[in-house]
């Protein structure tokens, strides 16, 4: 693997780097506040291509490979996740497996509209009942002619309330398990879908998270993606590249823990002198810097497998284990850089705190990425 990157690829992340600092980072504390990110960062999202990386031209997208991807998604996880996860899902987990599961009249439908930032998509997966146990499903779709009539609920669902579509997982026979599973492009204007903003949360806070409720919500058969009783390969499929857009976004946030540690510790002076003179200080900044290296690394390693075309769902896994437990570490010894002031939300480091732990508890906890990668390494299922 070349470490270098190519112009293209610095070109792209510079782009990043220059929005990020545009339009995110004089925002972040009032989103935060509020909230609630400004709805217009979508369509400029979109207006940039970052909406539309790895996705086919012809379909509206902008090409170019996973490390690029991976590049701008670090950007903007460094400068506010909630942006990130934006992103994350409407490309990474919607626009990407339409891409990949799609019918051709599927793609013409959403892909260019999810790529330019007209649409944003959700990942209809969690309910209020099922986690980890993602093959336990307990909405159901059921055919009834030309139709499908679904009835159940999702829980946590980013971009829920901003969606226009939901890539949904329903049940739609009486194998139970991950066997009678099936995943449908639901519009989110269908009747009987209703959608509430889930406020109060602990990080994340800019990011439109919902509760989605189905009542007898009728689609036409051919919203079905993929085959029937495939849903949980379709499912599984977009969250391992998931992870590795989920861990590009902790390295972020572990690279503006760096930053914002690094520029304190020289400002601010106790005892006479500035506090980067001390070694404990410089301990703390040393563990988060080999912190974001190692997560990088890890990071663009699932990039290069996926480009090449190779096996990478257990990389994903580590990747996302290491990236999301480093996040933590890291905006820990931020924290305590900062002392007291970071504790105050006028200063970046409490805000990393946050949004880094759900980090390792969404697409996959810590546990169940353990689970996968001991299951790979000894051939023995712990389930």
């Given at each position: 693997?070349?470490?270098?990157?190519?112009?293209?690829?610095?070109?792209?992340?510079?782009?990043?780097?220059?929005?990020?600092?545009?339009?995110?980072t004089?925002?972040?504390?009032?989103?935060?506040?509020?909230?609630?990110?400004?709805?217009?960062?979508?369509?400029?999202?979109?207006?940039?291509?970052?909406?539309?990386?790895?996705?086919?031209?012809?379909?509206?997208?902008?090409?170019?490979?996973?490390?690029?991807?991976?590049?701008?998604?670090?950007?903007?996880?460094?400068?506010?996740s909630?942006?990130?996860?934006?992103?994350?899902?409407?490309?990474?987990?919607?626009?990407?497996?339409i891409?990949?599961?799609?019918?051709?009249?599927?793609?013409?439908?959403?892909?260019?509209k999810?790529?330019?930032g007209?649409?944003?998509?959700?990942?209809?997966?969690?309910?209020?009942?099922?986690?980890?146990?993602?093959?336990?499903?307990?909405?159901?779709?059921?055919?009834?002619?030309?139709?499908?009539?679904?009835?159940?609920?999702?829980?946590?669902?980013?971009?829920?309330?901003?969606?226009?579509?939901?890539?949904?997982?329903?049940?739609?026979?009486?194998?139970?398990?991950?066997?009678?599973?099936?995943?449908?492009?639901?519009p989110?204007?269908?009747?009987?879908?209703?959608?509430?903003?889930?406020?109060?949360?602990?990080g994340?806070?800019?990011q439109?998270?919902?509760?989605?409720?189905?009542?007898?919500?009728?689609?036409?058969?051919?919203?079905?993606?993929?085959?029937?009783g495939?849903?949980?390969?379709?499912?599984?499929?977009?969250?391992?590249?998931?992870?590795?857009?989920?861990?590009?976004?902790?390295?972020?946030?572990?690279?503006?823990?760096?930053?914002?540690?690094?520029?304190?510790?020289?400002?601010?002076?106790?005892?006479?002198r500035?506090?980067?003179s001390?070694?404990?200080?410089?301990?703390?900044?040393?563990d988060?810097?080999?912190?974001?290296?190692?997560?990088?690394?890890?990071?663009?390693?699932?990039?290069?497998?996926?480009?090449?075309?190779q096996?990478?769902?257990?990389?994903?896994?580590?990747?996302?284990?290491?990236?999301?437990?480093?996040?933590?570490?890291?905006?820990?010894?931020?924290?305590?850089?900062?002392?007291?002031?970071?504790?105050?939300?006028?200063?970046?480091?409490g805000?990393?705190?946050?949004?880094?732990?759900?980090?390792?508890l969404?697409?996959?906890?810590?546990q169940?990425?353990?689970?996968?990668?001991?299951?790979?390494?000894?051939?023995?299922?712990?389930?």
């Open positions: 693997m070349n470490l270098e990157l190519s112009e293209e690829q610095d070109a792209v992340r510079q782009l990043a780097e220059d929005f990020v600092a545009r339009e995110i004089p925002h972040v504390v009032e989103w935060d506040r509020a909230e609630s990110v400004d709805k217009a960062i979508v369509e400029k999202l979109g207006a940039l291509g970052f909406l539309g990386l790895t996705i086919p031209e012809e379909y509206g997208g902008s090409g170019g490979d996973h490390l690029a991807y991976c590049l701008v998604t670090e950007e903007l996880g460094r400068g506010d909630s942006v990130r996860g934006i992103v994350s899902v409407s490309l990474g987990l919607v626009a990407k497996t891409a990949s599961w799609g019918s051709e009249e599927q793609k013409r439908q959403w892909l260019p999810l790529t330019s007209e649409a944003v998509g959700c990942f209809g997966l969690t309910e209020p009942g099922t986690g980890s146990d993602a093959g336990n499903l307990g909405t159901k779709a059921v055919r009834d002619g030309d139709d499908y009539v679904i009835n159940g609920s999702k829980m946590f669902i980013t971009n829920g309330t901003w969606a226009d579509v939901v890539l949904l997982f329903a049940r739609t026979g009486d194998t139970p398990g991950h066997r009678g599973v099936s995943a449908f492009l639901v989110a204007d269908a009747p009987g879908l209703t959608r509430r903003t889930i406020h109060g949360k602990l994340l806070r800019g439109a998270t919902a509760e989605l409720v189905l009542e007898d919500v009728r689609v036409p058969a051919s919203t079905l993606m993929g085959p029937e495939k849903g949980f390969s379709v499912a599984m499929s977009a969250l391992a590249k998931g992870r590795m857009s989920v861990a590009a976004g902790c390295v972020g946030i572990a690279q503006a823990a760096l930053d914002a540690a690094v520029r304190y510790a020289g400002e601010r002076e106790q005892f006479g500035s506090i980067a001390y070694q404990l200080v410089q301990e703390l900044i040393s988060i810097s080999v912190d974001v290296d190692a997560a990088r690394m890890l990071t663009w390693r699932v990039a290069d497998l996926v480009d090449r075309g096996d990478f769902a257990t990389a994903a896994s580590t990747a996302k284990l290491f990236a999301s437990e480093a996040a933590v570490r890291a905006a820990n010894n931020a924290l305590q850089v900062f002392g007291g002031y970071g504790y105050i939300d006028e200063y970046p480091v805000k990393l705190v946050r949004d880094a732990r759900v980090m390792t969404y697409e996959g906890t810590s169940i990425q353990k689970l996968i990668i001991g299951r790979a390494l000894t051939g023995v299922s712990a389930f």
